[in-house]
C-alpha cells in the first residue's frame, strides 16, 4: 500500500477511521508517510469513554501536537464525537466539624488534605473538559454526550460552559443529563445554527426534570426539525453498569431514530464485541508506544 498515491490512501484511510479512534492510532504508527496521509482523517471519529480523566489528557495533547505539525494545511479534524463523564478517582468527602479539644487534629488535617484533593480533581476535569470542547466545536457535526447519575463510582459530570457554539453540528445525542451549556456573548446565539436532530435519552435514576425542553432547544437551535425523548427501560440499568454498556443499550432501542452515522459512532462506544476491546491510546506522532 506504500506505493499508492496519497489521494487514494486518503480515501481509504477515511472510510476505515470510523470506530473511535483506533484505527487512526494504528495507522499513524506505520510509517512517517501512512502519518502524513492519515493525520486529516485518523480523528475524524472519536469516542471517548473509558471513565478515566487521563484519557481526555491524552487526546487533547496528542490531538495539538498533530495539529500543529499540519499548520494550516489538511488539518486534522473531529467531525463525530462520543464523549463520557468520567469516574472519580477520589470519593467526594462530606463536611467535617474540627473537634474543640485537639484530640482529633491529625484526623481533621486528614480530612482537609482529601478535601482540597478532591476539589483539585474537580478543577482539573473542568479545565479539560472546558479545552475539549473549545476545541473540537467548531468542526463537530455529530456529537453523543453520556453523563449517567448512576454507576459504580462517583461521576465527575459535565460541567456547566459558557462557549462560542457549535457552527456545525447536525445530530445531537444526549444520554442522561442534559448539559448546560450558553453562549459567550449574543453574538454567538444561536448556539446550534445547523443543528436538526436531537434525541435526548433518559435515564430513570436521573434527577432533576426532563419537560420544558422544547422552547430552550428552539432558542439555540433555530432549525430544529425534531426533538425525541426516549426513557431507557429501568430493569436494564443497575449499578454495576458501565458507562460502555449503555450505547449498547441505546442501539438496541427501536423507538430512536438515528442516523446511520450516529449508530456508527454509538457503535464505536460499545463494550466488545461490537467495538474495541480496549480504547484508543492516542499516542502523539512524536512517541512510540
Avoid at 19 to 27: A, N, Q, V
Avoid at 55 to 78: D, M, N, W, Y
Avoid at 228 to 242: E, H, I, K, S
Avoid at 275 to 285: E, K, L
Wanted: aromatic content about 6%; glycine content about 6%.
Amino acid at each position: 500500500m506504500s506505493s499508492l498515491p496519497p489521494e487514494i490512501l486518503a480515501v481509504i484511510f477515511s472510510l476505515a477511521c470510523t470506530d473511535g479512534g483506533s484505527t487512526g492510532c494504528s495507522l499513524s504508527q506505520v510509517s512517517r508517510y501512512f502519518r502524513s496521509v492519515a493525520r486529516p482523517v485518523r480523528f475524524q471519529s472519536i469516542a471517548l469513554v473509558s471513565d478515566s480523566p487521563l484519557q481526555l489528557v491524552k487526546f487533547i495533547t496528542c490531538f495539538s501536537a498533530e495539529c500543529e505539525r499540519a499548520g494550516s494545511v489538511a488539518r486534522p479534524r473531529v467531525l463525530r464525537l462520543c464523549l463520557a463523564s468520567a469516574q472519580r478517582a477520589m470519593r467526594s468527602i462530606g463536611r467535617r466539624t474540627p473537634t474543640r479539644n485537639g484530640t482529633d487534629d491529625r484526623r481533621d488535617l486528614q480530612w482537609w488534605d482529601g478535601a482540597t484533593e478532591h476539589q483539585k480533581e474537580v478543577q482539573r476535569y473542568l479545565r479539560d473538559i472546558t479545552i475539549l470542547i473549545q476545541i473540537l466545536a467548531p468542526d463537530l457535526e455529530t456529537f453523543c454526550l453520556l453523563d449517567p447519575e448512576h454507576g459504580r463510582t462517583e461521576r465527575l459530570h459535565i460541567p456547566a460552559l459558557r462557549l462560542a457554539g457549535f457552527p456545525s453540528l447536525v445530530e445531537f445525542t444526549i444520554i442522561g443529563r442534559v448539559p448546560t451549556f450558553l453562549p459567550t456573548s449574543d453574538a454567538c446565539n444561536p448556539l446550534y445554527p445547523r443543528l436538526r436532530n436531537v434525541h435526548q435519552i433518559i435515564i430513570p435514576r436521573r434527577r432533576g426534570p426532563h419537560h420544558g425542553q422544547v422552547a430552550r432547544w428552539k432558542e439555540h437551535a433555530p432549525g430544529l426539525q425534531a426533538l425525541q425523548q426516549v426513557q431507557l427501560d429501568d430493569l436494564g440499568l443497575g449499578y454495576g453498569v458501565a458507562a460502555t454498556d449503555i450505547p449498547e443499550m441505546v442501539l438496541e432501542d427501536s423507538r430512536l431514530n438515528l442516523s446511520p452515522t450516529m449508530m456508527e459512532l454509538l457503535s464505536s462506544a460499545c463494550s466488545p464485541p461490537r467495538a474495541r476491546t480496549h480504547p484508543p491510546a492516542f499516542v502523539s506522532s512524536g512517541q512510540r508506544r
